[in-house]
């Protein structure tokens, strides 16, 4: 079992900055694959990005690219997702998730309780 924390949601301006983090437990870390995804309210889930276990590879939605960076760190068994110029449209939960393999329709068998994002206008 794996079991995913995730922090550093809250509330922000349009056009502000906020780094979400998710801390991993259990069972090894590596290799697993890690990934992003929000839900916003009344909407489904959905993929935000992705990365491999040794952070060489990442995926991301059309929807973030060239905002939202994703990262992770091994050795402290984390995993990042900085996100900048934020628009209201990005509100939602936050989902960590973590999985065999890294995509945008790959299945993740560990997910955390998500975090709050709310993207003021």
């Known amino acids: 079992q794996v079991q995913l924390v995730e922090s550093g949601g809250g509330l922000v301006q349009a056009g502000g900055s906020l780094r979400l983090s998710c801390a991993a437990s259990?069972?090894?870390?590596?290799?697993?694959?890690m990934a992003w995804f929000r839900q916003a309210p009344g909407k489904e889930r959905d993929f935000i990005a992705a990365?491999?276990?040794?952070?060489?590879?990442?995926y991301y939605a059309d929807s973030v690219k060239g905002r939202f960076t994703i990262s992770r760190d091994n050795a402290k068994k984390a995993v990042s997702l900085q996100m900048n110029s934020l628009k209201p449209e990005d509100t939602a939960v936050y989902y960590c998730?973590?999985?065999?393999?890294?995509?945008?329709?790959?299945?993740?068998?560990?997910w955390g309780r998500g975090t709050q994002v709310t993207v003021s206008s």
């Open positions: 259990g069972r090894t870390f590596l290799p697993l694959a």
């Open positions: 990365i491999s276990g040794s952070g060489g590879t990442v």
């Open positions: 998730a973590a999985g065999p393999f890294a995509g945008e329709r790959t299945e993740y068998d560990y």
